[in-house]
């Protein structure tokens, strides 16, 4: 199972210093993730002060400069509201610049602000991420791309350049709970990633089972119906640090941001009862993490990839490294074992 880290990059500034030492202690992050041995690090893409993710490959690319071996994707990239051209172009860059490090986790995002910014209605956002994802899909497995649809200018005998280090850059379906992105994934043979940020994980074993009945019914191996899963979490020495540390930082996070989507507040009854072996906080010592990892992949019949989302608690520079050396020197082996 491969281990690996989303971020957003997470903060709130008064000066435009700060945003550039929040960006260099990420990227600090990543290195040190590829030092430890983590699989894979993503970086999120939004658009609003309280996340500095707008132009995640960017940050990818200068992260590929400084590190060997650490896969380099997107978590997620928001495609309906993105020209798949770009894209492709952006990611067979990096792919480039990485040497074939670069991986795609496409998304329809779960905020809403980049639709009137780039000038898309939201009501469309189901069939833009269609359309465009059947362009990408044209555009990585065609080097002369003919194409047409409703939201984008056609193309015609279109070469896109460049093309990528691998034969082709990995794309991920990313998904949060609705069965037809579970369908549609089966059905093109895309793996998924599913983010989970609440309630029990093995909820989504019928939603798993979904994608892989769409996934056998279009003619698609097992082998390539592979199941990601994405939690908030943190690691620490131990499970009494670990609480005390994450929980003031999550509850305030997530008390905000539930106020625009009318969520009650965080309380710390919710949070004991996500930290619980049945929920979907990852939150504790190197042990008992593993062992929820390793329950959550029982109860969906098996995943191949499994990420954290630590930076969105207020958690210190200082306090996310150590997390990340303990997931390699610690919960790494315990997995692997």
Not at 290 to 314: H, P, V, Y
């Amino acid at each position: 199972m491969e281990i690996g880290i989303n971020s957003f990059a997470s903060g709130t500034i008064e000066s435009a210093a700060e945003g550039a030492v929040i960006l260099e202690n990420l990227l600090t992050r990543i290195e040190q993730a590829d030092q430890a041995g983590l699989s894979i690090f993503g970086i999120g893409e939004h658009h609003r002060s309280d996340f500095f993710d707008s132009a995640p490959t960017v940050i990818l690319a200068a992260a590929s400069a400084r590190t060997k071996k650490i896969k380099l994707t997107s978590a997620v990239t928001i495609l309906s509201a993105a020209d798949p051209v770009r894209v492709f172009q952006e990611f067979a860059t990096l792919d480039l610049i990485s040497r074939g490090r670069a991986e795609l986790v496409l998304g329809r995002g779960s905020f809403t602000e980049s639709f009137p910014l780039f000038g898309f209605k939201f009501e469309d956002y189901n069939a833009l991420f269609e359309e465009k994802l059947d362009l990408l899909i044209q555009i990585q497995n065609n080097k002369e791309v003919s194409w047409s649809g409703k939201f984008r200018a056609p193309l015609k005998n279109q070469m896109i350049y460049p093309r990528p280090f691998q034969e082709t850059i990995p794309l991920w379906i990313g998904a949060g709970g609705t069965p037809e992105s579970f369908v549609r994934a089966g059905k093109l043979g895309l793996p998924l990633m599913i983010a989970i940020i609440g309630g029990e994980p093995k909820r989504f074993r019928g939603l798993v089972d979904l994608y892989k009945e769409a996934g056998r019914l279009a003619g698609h191996s097992p082998e390539k119906l592979k199941v990601g899963i994405h939690c908030f979490g943190y690691v620490a020495s131990n499970k009494s640090k670990a609480l005390n540390d994450y929980f003031p930082g999550y509850a305030e996070t997530f008390t905000r941001i539930g106020k625009e989507r009318g969520w009650p507040a965080v309380t710390q009854s919710y949070f004991n009862t996500q930290v619980s072996g049945a929920g979907s906080l990852l939150v504790g010592e190197p042990q008992e993490v593993a062992d929820k990892i390793m329950k959550i992949s029982e109860d969906l019949e098996g995943i191949s990839r499994f990420t954290f989302q630590m930076d969105n608690a207020g958690l210190s520079h200082k306090q996310l490294m150590r997390s990340i050396e303990l997931i390699g020197s610690k919960l790494i082996p315990i997995i692997n074992n």
